[in-house]
């Protein structure tokens, strides 16, 4: 079955720097585009990064581009988000997700920005 598990997150200062991972399994990844996607209690999930199959192009939510990067490694089957300058606003649970016939998504990994 689909698994994704995301690793990574932790507590850092305003401008510290985190790499989260994603470890896909179940299906063939290097079919698929991947998203990073982020959650604050109360609010829906907003879409971060997403990177093509191939990894060839990106794309990034206005609030993170210049510190946000996604990329990922298809014969490790993973995908990561490097993320400097982080700042309080970035705190959220971070999930890394797929579309197949539905949406898969990891159990998420919590990043906390804070002094």
């Known amino acids: 079955q689909v698994q994704l598990v995301e690793s990574g997150g932790g507590s850092v200062q305003p401008g510290g720097s985190l790499r989260l991972s994603c470890a896909a399994s179940?299906?063939?990844?290097?079919?698929?585009?991947m998203y990073w996607y982020r959650q604050t209690p109360g609010n829906k999930r907003e879409l971060v990064a997403a990177?093509?199959?191939?990894?060839?192009?990106?794309n990034y939510a206005d609030s993170v581009k210049g510190r946000f990067t996604i990329s990922r490694d298809n014969a490790e089957n993973t995908v990561h988000l490097q993320m400097f300058s982080l700042n309080p606003e970035d705190t959220a649970v971070y999930y890394c997700s797929v579309e197949l016939r539905r949406n898969y998504w990891g159990q998420g990994t919590q990043v906390t920005v804070s002094p």
């Open positions: 990177i093509t199959s191939t990894g060839t192009n990106t």
């Open positions: 179940g299906f063939t990844f290097s079919d698929y585009p």
